[in-house]
């Protein structure tokens, strides 16, 4: 099974700096990964797919990198609305696997 | 619009059984892979199960293979998941997720997710 390193655990940013979130796969997942939003008492909400495409409907400030075993997702500038929980999945292997999370938390 | 809506959860003691429904509407739901995906109380995600379109591929995390059935019928629209022999850490909210979108020659990833029903596994 992949396993899914996200960090930080915790991160404290204010509204309109730059997040940086990482996620780190145990073995090469090539581009094939996802990211996840979620708020308290929603379901997630798909942000990035295959690594670095928006969904629909995601505002561009959203962003992915990566390949292999290390993934970027970046927010440009924070939005009061963006502080939340993000997960990170992979699809390349079953099981589907998906990260811990990292909490996003307004400073 | 795209609705998925579960229902079916609810207070089951250890050992016991439950069946989950996902409604589907707003789309082709025969054209589509589905999964359940579950949320422990403050914990993460796990994936759960998924199903392909026609039924032919299906497949189950080792935490519930054997004791979890997912299924489909394609004329109600609607996904199950039976599950039996409960435990208390099959406690969570359970999510339907479909596999709805994707880059060329890539994986498919869930695009919309249902709002969740609760099973609580406690004696």
């Known amino acids: 099974e992949i396993v899914l390193t996200q960090s930080p655990a915790t991160l404290s940013l204010s509204p309109g700096e730059r997040a940086t979130l990482s996620c780190r796969a145990s073995?090469?997942?090539?581009?094939?990964l996802a990211w996840y939003q979620q708020k308290p008492g929603q379901a997630p909400r798909l942000l990035i797919y295959?690594?670095?495409n928006r969904a629909t409907g995601i505002p561009a400030r959203f962003s992915g990198s990566g390949s292999g075993t290390d993934f970027t997702l970046t927010i440009s500038s924070l939005e009061p609305e963006d502080f939340a929980v993000y997960y990170c999945?992979?699809?390349?292997?079953?099981?589907?696997?998906f990260g811990q999370g990292t909490k996003l938390e307004i400073k | 619009e795209v609705q998925l809506v579960e229902s079916g959860g609810g207070l089951v003691k250890p050992g016991g059984s439950l069946r989950l429904s996902c409604a589907a509407s707003?789309?082709?739901?025969?054209?589509?892979?589905m999964n359940w995906v579950r949320q422990a109380p403050g914990k993460g995600l796990e994936w759960v199960s998924s199903?392909?379109?026609?039924?032919?591929?299906?497949y189950y995390a080792d935490s519930v293979k054997g004791r979890f059935t997912i299924s489909r019928d394609n004329a109600k629209n609607s996904l199950y998941l039976q599950m039996n022999s409960l435990r208390a850490e099959d406690t969570a909210v359970y999510y339907c997720?479909?596999?709805?979108?994707?880059?060329?020659?890539?994986?498919?990833?869930?695009?919309?997710w249902g709002q969740g029903t609760l099973v609580t596994v406690s004696s």
């Open positions: 997720a479909r596999e709805g979108v994707r880059f060329s020659g890539s994986p498919y990833y869930f695009d919309y």
């Open positions: 295959d690594a670095s």
């Open positions: 707003g789309f082709t739901f025969s054209s589509y892979s």
């Open positions: 073995q090469s997942v090539s581009s094939y």
């Open positions: 199903i392909s379109s026609s039924s032919s591929y299906i």
């Open positions: 999945q992979q699809r390349s292997n079953r099981p589907d696997t």
